[in-house]
């Protein structure tokens, strides 16, 4: 496992988190689990769970916590350690968006909901998914090519097409009977494999009702076609007992027809992992003792030397061993500026080399590369369930139930009070309360708007970690945001040097150069700059030390050099900080930082460094503000900075000199007071406010801690971002309340229709064919309507 801190639930196989998930002790070892289902399961009787985990451990594992079995549910096959294998690999790991808990290695069908089960890892070829999509869309030609002759010799005479008299009535049924049976049991057959075994696993679900629904009308008109003479006359409609061969083919060429379109969509939605996956290229240049070749990423391995030319694609992250060029990194950053790169610079797989030749050094390969990270959050955000899909569930756990239910009491209420045929009557409405109220449309409602708005925002830079970010994101009505690289551009640069003692600036840079070059502070790289602009030899610090929040301290050249804020000089009791007090106030109310530079106990110089303000922000806070957003600014500057950046942007509230704690104290302090917080920072130096947040936002080019740890990563790092992250969500759960509204709608209205309540006003009974066409058309809405978001505007 990648994480030290991830194990395995002994009772499903999940792989879960130790510091989230459920735990229970049994005979001194912890075990924990995914869920209070699980945990329960465990807790009544360990031994069989425990068992299973020993018997499908591979003998190199250890013992605790390696079971990678599914054996929540006995279909299916023990995980092997490749879990971690792509969509087109033999031994890929299959989940159910609906149930993350369910995993088998290759497709099938979830044993809980029915729905097809999707790569879990995304990556190599999407064949599986186009091969069934293949599959059913032959299956559901085949049901049109049997069906329509079908329902023509049924339906016929209805519209004055009396086919029966050119057929014998004793072939009439057997012909019927040949049409349909290779449509209910060929194209048929997988819905009907999963809804026999809803029934086994007693997990009743949508595939239930068809596979009832179907099989009744089908096994009764074989019936009546082998024992004629065994009918009751209740039955009979114009002097001879019904067929509903048609019915049964018609409803499943039409849930067929639902599931091509299903598996269409998702097709669709999974475009923006495929455009990532596309940034990639497929080979690359290895440089070997003999010359160089032309080798696949596949076999790119860490600390191979591989040259780039321009016009080409970087293949894998790495760093620059020689040559020179621009690289467009606008996949990564947004921006469409190239940035200049040379010996010792960090390169990203998937940017375009512009105009020189590049070697780089390997470093990030196969899945540890930024795109591959990228690819794989997105893929496991759009299968992640939303809390308002427990509603969902709830909803389903009686919902099949009451639906065989009421088909009982339809079919009870037309048998003893209907009109004649009464059975009959019975029998069509029973199987149509049966197929309208498949609940397909209840259970892509929230899993295909997820899918389509992760999909959406990745295109925009906006990577969401899961679907219960994007449902806390919609209520947030506190921006808390860093200043500098969130409000400003990140890079600093000194704009003016203010000396106070005899020594030259040339000299006091030089020294401060020394002490900053061990800091990673943006405003102390932005002093090793200026040094290195000004051409000066920088020298070795020794006995450096970081001071947090303060500054830092260091001796070179056996001087004592502290640099940092004017409070942090006081406590070193250095000489002449007021006077530098008195001209940095100049420099802060035109928006600059002022630090102060102290040797061997005196003030030495002040240093103005700006950082200029991002040219999106201000429309951005402006889009903020639109959406009735509050924003606040944090930063470790002084007073008079924070203020002048803070009126020149319009922000609501700020506070200056801040440190890493204040900002988490802050965070939690709006949090008690009832306040839903997302911040925005750097992911690094403000991860303890991030974690305190309910939605943290991560800034920059999504690397390292920013893709691990944050609730939603700005690849650009750019505050448009937060306004897009914050419109996505909005429209997304907006998105899924509409489609949950269509399903149950659908079915409020769809259950008493099929039951027979217009019969008394209009004489209609519902056909199952209708209620299936019905079905199916609740289902394309729900699709329709979330693949909407693919074309919403975010920002």
């Given at each position: 496992m990648n994480n030290s801190q991830n194990t395995i639930d002994p009772v499903c196989g999940m792989e879960v988190d130790e510091r989230s998930a459920h735990a229970s002790e049994y005979q001194g070892e912890q075990y924990f689990f995914c869920s209070q289902s699980c945990q329960q399961k465990f807790d009544a009787d360990p031994e069989p769970f425990l068992a299973k985990s020993a018997e499908q451990r591979p003998p190199h594992e250890n013992e605790k916590g390696s079971d990678h079995s599914c054996c929540s549910h006995g279909t299916h096959k023990p995980r092997q350690p490749a879990e971690h294998a792509a969509a087109g690999d033999s031994d890929a790991v299959f989940t159910c968006p609906m149930h993350p808990e369910i995993e088998q290695i290759g497709p099938g069908s979830c044993p809980i909901c029915g729905m097809d089960l999707e790569p879990k890892f995304a990556g190599g070829s999407d064949?599986?998914?186009?091969?069934?999509?293949?599959?059913?869309?032959?299956?559901?030609?085949?049901?049109?090519?049997?069906?329509?002759?079908?329902?023509?010799?049924?339906?016929?005479?209805?519209?004055?097409?009396?086919?029966s008299e050119a057929v014998p009535d004793a072939a009439f049924g057997w012909v019927q009977l040949a049409l349909a049976a290779p449509v209910v049991f060929w194209c048929g057959w997988p819905l009907l494999v999963r809804g026999i075994k809803s029934f086994q696993t007693m997990k009743l679900n949508m595939f239930s009702l068809i596979a009832v629904g179907t099989l009744a009308a089908f096994l009764f008109s074989l019936f009546v076609v082998i024992f004629p003479g065994w009918i009751p006359e209740a039955f009979f409609e114009d002097g001879k007992p019904p067929l509903y061969f048609e019915a049964a083919a018609v409803i499943i060429t039409l849930v067929l027809l639902g599931q091509v379109l299903e598996l269409r969509a998702r097709q669709q939605t999974g475009g923006a992992i495929r455009e990532l996956m596309q940034l990639a290229p497929e080979t690359a240049h290895r440089i070997t003792d003999g010359g160089e070749e032309e080798v696949s990423l596949a076999e790119v391995k860490k600390g191979d030397q591989l040259r780039v030319r321009p016009g080409e694609k970087v293949p894998v992250d790495g760093r620059v061993v020689s040559g020179t060029s621009s690289v467009d990194e606008s996949m990564l950053t947004g921006e469409p500026i190239p940035v200049k790169k040379g010996e010792g610079d960090e390169i990203t797989g998937g940017t375009l080399n512009q105009t020189g030749a590049l070697v780089m050094e390997a470093v990030g390969v196969g899945g540890d590369t930024v795109l591959n990270r990228i690819v794989q959050m997105v893929a496991e955000a759009q299968r992640s369930r939303a809390p308002i899909q427990k509603l969902v569930d709830v909803v389903s756990r009686y919902f099949v139930p009451a639906v065989i239910i009421c088909s009982v009491l339809a079919f009870a209420g037309w048998a003893t009070l209907g009109p004649e045929p009464r059975l009959a009557h019975a029998f069509v409405a029973a199987v149509a309360v049966l197929i309208i109220a498949c609940p397909c449309a209840l259970g892509l409602a929230t899993p295909m708007s997820v899918m389509v708005g992760v999909g959406r925002g990745a295109k925009e830079g906006v990577l969401i970690k899961n679907a219960e970010v994007l449902e806390v994101m919609e209520k947030v009505d506190t921006v808390v945001v860093d200043k500098t690289g969130t409000l400003t551009q990140g890079r600093p640069e000194v704009t003016a040097i203010e000396t106070f003692g005899e020594r030259s600036e040339a000299d006091i840079l030089r020294l401060t150069a020394a002490v900053e070059a061990q800091s990673e502070h943006p405003l102390a790289e932005?002093?090793?700059?200026?040094?290195?602009?000004?051409?000066?030899?920088?020298?070795?610090?020794?006995?450096?030390?970081?001071?947090?929040?303060?500054?830092?301290?260091?001796?070179?050249d056996q001087h004592q050099v502290v640099i940092g804020k004017a409070d942090l000089l006081d406590e070193q009791s250095v000489s002449g900080v007021d006077s530098g007090r008195q001209r940095a106030s100049q420099h802060q109310s035109e928006g600059a930082t002022v630090i102060y530079v102290a040797i061997d106990g005196a003030l030495e110089a002040i240093m103005a460094i700006t950082d200029p303000i991002k040219e999106s922000t201000p429309a951005a806070l402006d889009t903020l503000h639109e959406l009735g957003l509050k924003v606040v600014m944090l930063t470790g500057d002084a007073q008079p900075t924070a203020k002048a950046v803070a009126e020149k942007l319009g922000i609501d509230e700020f506070h200056a000199g801040v440190s890493p704690q204040d900002k988490h104290d802050f965070v939690k302090r709006l949090k008690e007071e009832g306040h839903t917080v997302a911040m925005a920072g750097d992911g690094i130096n403000d991860a303890p406010a991030l974690a305190e947040s309910h939605v943290g936002i991560a800034m920059g080019t999504g690397t390292g801690v920013a893709i691990e740890s944050a609730g939603v990563t700005l690849v650009g790092g750019d505050l448009r971002g937060v306004a897009a992250a914050s419109n996505l969500s909005r429209k997304t759960m907006s998105n899924i309340r509409q489609n949950l509204f269509f399903a149950f709608i659908y079915n409020a209205l769809g259950v008493p229709v099929a039951a027979g309540l217009l019969y008394p006003i209009f004489g209609v009974l519902l056909s199952p064919m209708i209620a299936a066409a019905a079905m199916s058309f609740s289902s394309v809405s729900v699709i329709a309507n979330a693949l909407r978001l693919r074309n919403t505007r975010l920002a």
């Open positions: 064949d599986s998914d186009v091969a069934q999509y293949r599959d059913m869309r032959r299956r559901f030609w085949v049901g049109v090519v049997l069906s329509v002759p079908l329902l023509v010799l049924a339906m016929g005479p209805m519209v004055g097409l009396n086919l932005a002093v090793v700059r200026r040094a290195k602009s000004d051409d000066l030899q920088i020298p070795e610090a020794s006995d450096f030390d970081s001071i947090t929040g303060g500054g830092v301290r260091a001796t070179v």
